[in-house]
């Protein structure tokens, strides 16, 4: 069994890289061969539009473009499990996150029928951190994320969306001007939620994979 975990946040030891790597630790548990990638860390683009996973008698469910990006797509595709993180960014998940979808999106897709190429299978955890309360996601990005997860059925798996609340963003708020934000509140629900927050990623990595 093979897990790819899929970073889309740049920083590489904060809230996202913290719950992919527990929820890395669940697959292994269940004896998945893991793969971690911080996507900041390669070098590619979204869709070129160079139609080259268009052509006529192509390899399909393969995208052409020549980057960091392509073997990755193609290791995607090959296996059980994708776990992906993202922090959200101004309401949406970030720009490395859109790049990459756009490119594993486009080449599974047929421009004869909009139907799907791929047709093996692939659980999906999608992994959100973010400022935002509970009540704040519920009300304004929930919609939108169940959106980024249905998205995610083009692997046609089981995707489970899994949204950090009231993250901490900086250890130290005094040094910046971020007065919208109450210190104390924020780091008395990260002792609270966080640590429970990476046991149900542990779990989903592990489950996910059943
Ligand atoms: C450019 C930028 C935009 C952000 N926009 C939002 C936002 O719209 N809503 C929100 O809840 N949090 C927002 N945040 C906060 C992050 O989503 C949050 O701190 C997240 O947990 C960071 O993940 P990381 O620790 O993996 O970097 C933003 C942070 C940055 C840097």
Partial sequence: MKAIVLNASLRKAWNTARLLKSAAEGAKSAGAEVEYIDLYDL?????????????????????YWKDDLAPV???IFHADELLIG?????????SRYFALMERLHFCSLSYDDYSNYFIGKINVGLFVSMNATKEFYDSLYKDKFEGYAKELE???GRVCLYPCYDTLQVSDYSR???GS???????LSREKNFPEDL????????DLLN
Avoid: W
Wanted: charged share 35%.
């Fill in 73 to 75: 797509i193609d290791r």
């Fill in 154 to 156: 083009m692997l046609n």
């Fill in 181 to 187: 934000f109450d210190e104390s509140r924020k780091k």
């Fill in 86 to 94: 993202t922090p959200i960014y101004l309401g949406r998940p970030t």
């Fill in 176 to 178: 910046f001007n971020m």
């Fill in 199 to 206: 046991k149900n990623a542990y779990q989903i990595g592990r």
């Fill in 43 to 63: 070098d590619f683009t979204g869709c070129r539009s160079c139609m080259l996973c268009k052509r006529k008698d192509v390899e399909r469910c393969h995208c």
